[in-house]
């Protein structure tokens, strides 16, 4: 079989990162939006046998970027595709994982099913705000991580001293990947949520940061209140410089202005959304996993495990971010 790559309106750059990686074009296609909000997408080349691979993410548009997803699998399989993956670098409503509350909806469980009923054969993604969330799929789901791409560019700033931390315990797991990662102790944020407000009170920092140089890690940022509130923390705690590491960076204008004020020195995240209000800060510092998926997606075409690249990431793969 063929692949075909495709990108929907907020996945073209992503996709021609990975298009260049593989050496392939990608497909032509055309996304128009009408007067009145309707989207309209079309394939402009044959799919017919082909294995389709669709790049988008939902993220800063969830809801324009979920419906045209759906609608790119329908195209797709009535133009006779042999196979239709969504590559979906950056899942936005993996955060709707659970009924906390009466009278909700499990959203991402929602989106699962919608995407399966629309066409899709597979999707491949990047750290879901929880693992679990694969299972709200009956199709396969690749699910890679940012961990060592993040890691690597850390290692290139040659940090003494460096200290891992968690904005809070539900992080703590993952921190700990880090910190093995980079050979360096954990410590860890006591947050308090009470409401939807999309902010949160640290109360405490667990673990000694005195005299240290930290990293703060998580999956993403929203508004970035946590992670200069953990920030705070830790120069109160007495450590010395503050850099941070998001899987998936999702700051508005207003965020990242609020970022560059703090007292983080660096925030480092990837490309795993099109966000254009990160693209002119001196503060955040980009870093491509367009590699990372387009050698998911050769190793899915060859029929070989994916699995490696859980933990470790080829050279080539960071020679290419």
């Given amino acids: 079989m063929e692949i075909k790559i495709f990108a929907g309106s907020t996945g073209k750059e992503f996709a021609e990162r990975m298009c260049k990686y593989l050496g392939t074009d990608l497909g032509k ?5 009408f007067t009145e909000g309707n989207t309209y997408v079309k394939a402009e080349e044959t799919v017919r046998d082909k294995d389709v691979y669709l790049v988008q993410s939902i ?7 979920f419906t045209e997803i759906l609608f790119w699998m329908d195209a797709f399989k009535r133009a006779s595709a042999h196979s239709v ?4 670098p950056y899942f936005s409503y993996a955060k709707g994982d659970k ?8 959203r991402g469980r929602v989106c699962a099913d919608c995407i399966e009923l629309a066409g899709a054969d597979r999707v491949v993604t990047m750290d879901l705000h929880s693992p679990q969330i694969q299972g709200f799929f009956k199709i396969p789901v690749d699910h890679l991580f940012a961990l060592p791409i993040l890691c690597e560019y850390v290692k290139t700033l040659n940090i003494e001293d460096l200290i891992v931390v968690s904005p809070d315990s539900g992080f703590a797991k993952e921190a700990r990947s880090y910190a093995r990662y980079l050979n360096a102790p954990v410590a860890i944020g006591d947050k308090e949520r009470v409401d939807h407000s999309e902010n949160a009170n640290v109360i405490d920092i667990v673990g ?9 890690v998580d999956d993403f940022s929203i508004s970035g209140g946590t992670l200069i509130d953990v920030a705070r923390a830790l120069k109160e705690k007495g450590a010395k410089k503050i850099y941070a590491a998001l899987s998936h960076i999702v700051l508005n204008e207003k965020g990242v202005k609020k970022i560059e004020d703090s007292p983080i020195e660096l925030l ?18 980009i870093v491509s996993v367009a590699p990372l998926f387009a050698e998911t997606i050769a190793r899915i075409d060859r029929k070989e495990s994916v699995s490696p690249l859980f933990n470790e990431v080829p050279s080539k793969v960071f020679n290419n971010i």
């Fill in 29 to 33: 296609s055309k996304v128009l939006t």
């Fill in 59 to 65: 993220g800063l548009h969830p809801n324009n970027e």
């Fill in 85 to 88: 993956t969504v590559v979906m």
């Fill in 99 to 106: 009924k906390d509350e009466p009278r909700v909806s499990i």
């Fill in 268 to 285: 480092i995240s990837t490309d795993s959304v099109n966000n254009p209000f990160v693209k002119d800060s001196d503060k955040i510092k």
């Fill in 208 to 216: 000694d940061v005195q005299g240290k140089n930290a990293l703060i």
